[in-house]
């Protein structure tokens, strides 16, 4: 798989405007890195402001399978397997490489980490996720350091099956990673 960011314009003042607009204040200096990363911890509507138009080539369709149920903030576009539109050998299955390209909005990020870095994810699509996330982090390392999986998020394992890594040192020093500048 590979993985470029096709579309990435910094919003960082602008979503740091609509925040203040929404307290009647305006013109707010160009915000910290702190300042970034608690606007996306607290998950505020201003953050949907900010958006990333992402390409990955040679993806298995079952993973653009389990990457195209998000659809909040997040518009996936799929290039076509149909016969008439595409070559192959072989006709397609599950495994056939295949490209995708999306606009998702920084909340949608978030809200898909969540889902498909959980261990219940396939690990090709772990895999695929993390590619993502690399690739973005030059760009908006804030936005990858609150991307993480729902037991880290949540601060507990929600699902019905788990795999119990919410039980591990690994997931507690996870957590205080993801929780750091904050006094729980």
């Given amino acids: 798989m590979r993985c470029e960011v096709k579309w990435h314009i910094d919003m960082w003042q602008e979503i740091k405007d609509n925040a203040l607009f929404t307290i ?27 958006r990333l138009i992402i390409n990955v080539y040679d993806v298995p369709s079952f993973v653009i399978n389990h990457l195209v149920r998000h659809n909040l903030g997040f518009t996936p576009f799929v290039a076509s397997l149909r016969s008439d539109r595409a070559t192959y050998d072989k006709v397609p299955d599950r495994n056939t490489p295949n490209n995708v390209r999306f606009d998702g909005n920084f909340q949608s990020f978030i809200n898909i980490s969540r889902k498909r870095f959980c261990n219940g994810a396939s690990k090709e699509t772990r895999e695929f996720w993390k590619l993502v996330l690399d690739t973005v982090k030059p760009y908006e390392p804030e936005l990858n350091s609150v991307c993480v999986m729902e037991c880290v998020y949540r601060g507990f394992c929600p699902e019905m099956y788990s795999c119990n890594y919410h039980k591990t040192e690994a997931y507690k020093k996870e957590l205080l990673e993801y929780r750091k500048g904050y006094d729980y």
């Avoid at 009647?24 to 900010?50: C, D, F, Q, V």
């Fill in 24 to 50: 009647h204040k305006e013109n707010g200096k160009y915000p910290t890195s702190e300042w970034k990363r608690k606007i996306l911890m607290a998950e505020h509507s201003p953050i949907r402001s900010g």
